[in-house]
């Protein structure tokens, strides 16, 4: 025991005997002695040398440990728990060195060792309970982590799943708006159904797509558009079946049987065929849009489409699938009905442009006919009426001469044909006219008194041949002067008054005319006759009372009407082709009257009755250039005593009988033959100058002007007029434009002149009335020659038959 | 003779002239100018016809006898010549010499021979007609008017029998 070191020995020899007390005791000295620590047990060698190597690993370890620790945590980055870190490496170190001393207590060791050794254990004991205590604290949180942890790779997984499913509804979306887009892109039915099936067949991927449209009896689904296959066309199915009601009754894709006849659309094979879907197509009728209400949702028709997967895919479908299809089939609807209106209004359009067209052919064609037709009666008139006038003219002479019995009758005859053939030209030729509205009323003023005298004049002598009395009473606040068609007036008027006289035997025909006030003004058999009394007009009420044959009060309407001869009797004797009455109507009308024939039966006699619209003279807006009446010859002169006059012709003999005109109107008259002589005698004191503008080669119209001239500075130079041998409308129109106040056709009668003169005086210029003549005026006639030529021919032939 | 006979004579034979369409109603015309203050008013202008006429007659036969034929002074005497006659109411010279005019516008010499030849017919015949109406100019034969006026009658005039 060489360690044992220098121990005294002086104590240790007194102990022997207890060896172990004395060993001890021994060590124990020695100890104190060299200040060193027994260990407690023997010091085994092969033990001994087993722990020590084992704490020597132990301590390794101990001090590895944290070092991994620190290095891997660096690593992580992520470590929350740096405190526990520092804690539980301080621990594990502690223990390492723990065992570390610990390998130098195995042999004598000092005090020093002793005492770190006791120093790290008591460290080591504070840290690892503190540790310890810490654990408890950070060991569940950890494990919380952990399962956090977990917590969220579960959602994270959810949402990865969700975000898919969001995706696809999402291309879902897309692909509905672009199929949408697609089918309202176009307004063609076919493309627009092509389209879907197209778009849908991509979209979904499908097998095969169809449509089964109803047929126009409603009763079965037509094949109609097909994907991929051209199926036989006509290929229908009935619309009763189960399977297709089942798919109408709901607004959802209905998943049907692949067996089903709607869904045989491939040919049978060895696959297995894909899941089928059927889904209802509303089609909405244009009467299904109405103004303000949505469109009945219960319409019955439908069409229906067919989907199919592609067989032996296993694929299913699914929701998203099944609503995109119901959204295609909805807009499908839509974009159909949208073309089916669009399609009708195209038609409507070109219908009616084709029926504008015809109509604007038609109407064409129309005029045509009516200009050829005018035309026509235009040649006719002249042409027929010529011949006739010749032939009644000549056989009216004819008759005056000395002829035998025999000649005379068969004159008679040819005389009373011939009437009756201008009649009925004349009747027929003024009643197109006035049918087709071509026929205007020439108005004018003239005067009521005089025209009703002229009407009497004119029938008088043939009432007087047969023995009738004819009365005119005009009421007191009839106006002197009216406008209106005096020429047409008269025609009506001779016309009824004729006829009342014609269908008389015995007594008479009474005239009454008045002006109708409101009460008398209306007809009750004529409600459509509704007069509107104003300021500037008034209402002539004319009725011929006569005492002859009456008529039947059945016939009254048909009196009226055209070639309808209301008595037997008569139509043997008339020379009227029964347009007389038709034309009086026409007439009447234009003139905004009504016309009608009251009697009271057979031998009641009869009263025609006509209401005709005139204006008031004066209130009206009438020309420059007024229509003054005619002043009768019998009437008195009017004293131009002394007038001043010029008048320059250069005929010899019409200069003289000018001259003689006025000089029996009592005017002072110079007459001269040359335009140079008249502009140099032509002064002041003339009134009128009378040029002839008919001579060839002289220049009137240039006298005319230089007369102006020389008196251009005096306010009332005389009135230059022209007298000329034909009046058309140059002349006129030259003899206005130089100045001359008026135009004068020769030969000029004493009345004509009186009235020119009269005329010119007044009014400083001559009125319409004198400014044309037509031929010579032997009989003073306002109305129509041929109408009373007519009549007064008619009834006097009739006289003479007898009647 | 009996004034009414004259004057119906005078109003036959009037009426005869007019039917014949000798004369027209110009012709009354001109009776009805005549009156106290112009007695003669009548007889002075187919007189002065007579004279015009029978010169732009002469002047005719003159122009239509050239080699090269003046159409247009034809046309002027025929102008005056119409111009007269339908002043006078002479209706039947009148209306020849309206032809006339449209021969002389077709330039045609041929033609206007023929129309005043045709003219001059007309011319004599009225002319006579009317020198038997009025005045004559051989004096030992009166018209029917001196007759009726020597009668102490009025002339009647047309109009009235209407």
Request: proline fraction near 4%; glycine fraction near 6%; aromatic fraction near 6%.
């Amino acid at each position: 025991m060489p360690w044992l070191g220098k121990v005294n020995g002086v104590i240790a020899v007194s102990k022997l005997s207890k060896r172990r007390t004395n060993k001890a005791l021994v060590v124990h000295i020695r100890m104190e002695l060299c200040n060193c620590i027994e260990p407690p047990w023997p010091a085994d060698e092969l033990l001994m040398k087993y722990q020590y190597i084992s704490d020597f690993f132990i301590a390794l370890a101990y001090f590895s440990i944290p070092l991994e620790l620190i290095y891997f945590v660096k690593k992580s980055a992520v470590f929350p728990y740096r405190w526990v870190l520092v804690q539980f490496g301080a621990f594990i170190v502690l223990c390492g060195a723990t065992h570390l001393i610990n390998l130098w207590t195995f042999t004598m060791h000092t005090r020093t060792v002793a005492v770190v050794m006791t120093t790290a254990k008591i460290l080591t004991a504070v840290v690892s309970c503190a540790t310890a205590l810490m654990l408890v604290h950070i060991i569940p949180d950890l494990l919380s982590v952990k399962t956090r942890e977990l917590f969220l790779k579960n959602k994270a997984a959810e949402l990865d799943r969700e975000m898919g499913l969001i995706r696809t509804q999402e291309e879902t979306g897309r692909h509905v708006r672009m199929l949408t887009h697609e089918i309202r892109s176009t307004l063609d039915r076919h493309t627009i159904l092509k389209t879907t099936l197209v778009e849908l067949g991509r979209t979904l991927g499908l097998e095969e797509c169809a449509l089964w449209m109803p047929t126009r009896s409603g009763l079965e689904l037509q094949l109609s558009y097909t994907l991929r296959h051209q199926n036989p066309v006509g290929f229908t199915v009935p619309i009763q079946l189960p399977v297709i009601n089942q798919v109408f009754n709901t607004s959802r894709a209905v998943k049907i049987s692949p067996n089903s006849p709607v869904a045989r659309l491939r040919p049978v094979g060895k696959y297995m065929p894909g899941e089928v879907v059927a889904v209802r197509v509303p089609l909405l009728h244009l009467n299904n849009f109405q103004i303000h209400d949505w469109p009945e949702l219960s319409t019955k028709r439908y069409a229906l489409m067919v989907l199919m997967l592609p067989s032996d895919s296993a694929r299913q479908w699914h929701v998203h699938e099944l609503e995109l299809v119901e959204v295609v089939a909805d807009q499908v609807a839509v974009a159909l009905s949208h073309a089916a209106i669009l399609e009708e209004s195209m038609r409507a359009r070109d219908l009616l442009m084709e029926q504008n067209v015809a109509l604007d052919l038609a109407r064409r064609e129309a005029e045509t006919a009516v200009r050829a037709r005018n035309d026509f009666l235009a040649v006719m008139n002249h042409e027929m009426r010529t011949p006739m006038h010749a032939i009644i003219a000549l056989s009216s002479l004819l008759q005056e001469t000395e002829l035998m019995p025999e000649q005379r009758l068969m004159v008679e005859t040819i005389l009373k044909s011939s009437n009756l053939l201008a009649t009925l030209i004349n009747d027929v030729l003024d009643l197109s006219r006035l049918e087709d509205g071509s026929l205007q009323l020439e108005m004018g003023t003239f005067s009521l008194h005089s025209l009703f005298r002229e009407a009497l004049n004119l029938i008088k002598p043939i009432a007087s041949v047969k023995r009738l009395y004819v009365t005119l009473s005009m009421s007191p606040d009839l106006p002197e002067y009216a406008v209106g068609d005096e020429k047409r007036l008269m025609q009506v008027l001779l016309n009824v008054v004729g006829n009342a006289v014609k269908f008389t035997k015995e007594g008479g025909i009474s005239i009454a005319a008045f002006v109708a006030k409101s009460d008398s003004l209306r007809d009750p058999r004529a409600p459509e006759f509704f007069p509107i009394p104003s300021d500037n007009h008034f209402y002539l009420r004319i009725e011929v009372k006569d005492t002859g044959s009456g008529i039947n009060p059945q016939d009254i309407p048909k009196l009226f009407m055209k070639f309808v001869q209301s008595q037997p009797l008569a139509a043997k004797n008339s020379g009227g082709s029964g347009l007389g009455l038709a034309i009086c109507k026409r007439f009447v009308n234009l003139m905004e009257g009504h016309i009608w024939i009251e009697s009271e039966g057979i031998g009641r006699g009869a009263t025609a009755i006509f209401i005709v619209k005139l204006g008031i003279p004066g209130r009206l807006n009438e020309s420059k250039l007024q229509f003054v009446h005619k002043v009768p010859g019998n009437q008195v002169k009017p004293n131009f005593s002394g007038l001043k006059v010029v008048v320059m012709d250069d005929n010899s003999v019409g200069r003289m009988v000018t001259k003689g005109l006025l000089v029996h109107l009592g005017c002072d008259v110079l007459a001269v033959a040359s335009g140079e002589d008249c502009v140099r005698a032509v002064s002041q004191e003339h009134k009128v100058v009378f040029l002839d503008v008919s001579i060839p080669g002289v220049d009137s119209f240039e006298v005319a002007v230089r007369i102006h001239e020389k008196f251009s500075k005096r306010p009332d130079r005389p009135i230059i007029v022209a007298l000329t041998g034909n009046t058309d409308r140059t002349t006129k129109e030259n003899c206005l434009r130089v100045g001359m106040k008026g135009v004068i056709l020769k030969p000029v009668s004493l009345d004509k002149m009186r009235n020119v003169l009269s005329d010119l005086l007044e009014h400083g210029y001559l009125s319409e009335s004198q400014m044309t003549i037509t031929g010579h005026e032997v009989v003073k006639m306002t109305c129509s020659e041929d109408e009373v030529v007519r009549m007064l021919l008619v009834h006097a032939q009739e006289y003479k038959l007898g009647l | 003779m009996e004034v009414d006979q004259l004057q119906r004579n005078f109003l036959e034979y009037t009426n005869l002239l007019f039917r014949e369409g000798f004369l027209d109603g110009q012709f009354s015309q001109l009776q009805l100018l005549q009156d106290e203050s112009n007695p003669d008013f009548v007889f002075e202008v187919v007189s002065l016809f007579f004279e015009d006429s029978e010169r732009l007659l002469n002047d005719l036969t003159i122009a239509l006898d050239q080699q090269n034929v003046d159409f247009k002074k034809i046309d002027a005497h025929v102008h005056q010549l119409k111009g007269s006659s339908s002043s006078i109411g002479a209706q039947r010279v009148k209306n020849t010499c309206i032809a006339f005019r449209d021969v002389c516008l077709e330039q045609n010499a041929e033609g206007c021979l023929r129309c005043l030849q045709q003219v001059k017919q007309e011319y004599l015949l009225v002319k006579t007609k009317l020198e038997a109406l009025l005045r004559v100019r051989v004096p030992h034969l009166f018209s029917l008017e001196q007759q009726i006026v020597a009668a102490g009658g009025a002339i009647p005039m047309l109009n009235d029998f209407c």
